[in-house]
């Protein structure tokens, strides 16, 4: 393991420290404050805003609503998520895909179970943008899930031509599922600039020596590289950010 200094900024949150919603159709979980969770320790990490932990009722959902100079990044666990905006799209996203809105000058847009007969889970995630006021976009994609067993799949870059979807921002996030025993490192992109963010999507892993579980995240800056060892068969999303918003 390597670190740019001696010192690693190092930040938990366990699961059952994060802001909770119950709205009947939707129970959600906030890493960071939004809507009426407000905790002025959990802002942010760098450039990511937002990190919710969504369950959308059979047929339920969030009717239109705007967004501006946000990067919006939609991932779905479970279940299938219909999407509509004033460009006129209108998709089905489900487990294996990611979709992205850059919000730019404005968008609007909504999001619905769209199953009668189960729920759909999925993480909705907020990135600061590093150009604001651009042209509104949307964009989806499937991903080949066998990508990521037991290494890491890049799901979004800054570049159009790489792999998974684009964001206006120099962030990268890449998805591992690990077999029990398995492990994999991680050296960031630009680790001057940046930290990444890792959330459990599931099971039980050690991060550079701390012990995380389902649905934990643990965020680190000034460090080069990560080292991620399942305790059980496991999944994580890791998100490098820039720290300087």
């Known amino acids: 393991m390597k670190t740019t200094v001696e010192n690693v900024n190092t930040i938990i949150h366990k699961a059952d420290t994060r802001g909770s919603a119950n709205h009947g159709w939707l129970q959600s979980r906030h890493t960071f404050s939004f809507a009426n969770y407000h905790n002025p320790e959990r802002m942010h990490f760098g450039v990511l805003r937002v ?3 969504d369950i959308v009722a059979e047929s339920q959902g969030f009717g239109t609503h705007p967004h501006r100079d946000m990067e919006i990044i939609s991932i779905p666990l479970e279940g299938d998520l219909k999407h509509e ?3 006129g799209n209108k998709t089905i996203i489900k487990s294996g895909d990611i979709q992205v809105m850059s919000a730019g000058t404005g968008i609007m847009h909504s999001e619905y179970n769209a199953n009668a007969d189960e729920k759909v889970k999925f993480l909705q995630i907020w990135i600061f943008p590093n150009k604001k006021s651009v042209q509104p976009r949307y964009d989806q994609i499937t991903l080949n899930v066998e990508d990521r067993k037991n290494k890491l799949q890049q799901v979004l870059s800054p570049n159009e ?4 979807v684009w964001i206006h921002q120099n962030a990268w996030f890449h998805i591992t599922s690990l077999d029990k025993g398995k492990y994999v490192n991680y050296q960031l992109k630009d680790p001057k600039n940046n930290g990444v963010y890792a959330f459990i999507i ?5 991060i550079n020596g ?4 389902k649905r934990d995240g643990m965020g680190l800056s000034n460090i080069e590289e990560i080292t991620i060892e399942s305790d059980s068969d496991a999944e994580v999303l890791l998100m490098e950010v820039p720290m300087t918003l």
Do not use: F, R, W
Not at 161 to 164: L, N, Q
Not at 202 to 206: E, N, Y
Not at 210 to 213: A, M, P, V
């Open 51 to 53: 990190l919710n932990d």
């Open 85 to 87: 905006d004033n460009m």
């Open 161 to 164: 031509e790489d792999e998974g």
């Open 202 to 206: 599931k099971g039980d892993v050690t």
């Open 210 to 213: 701390e012990s995380l579980n």
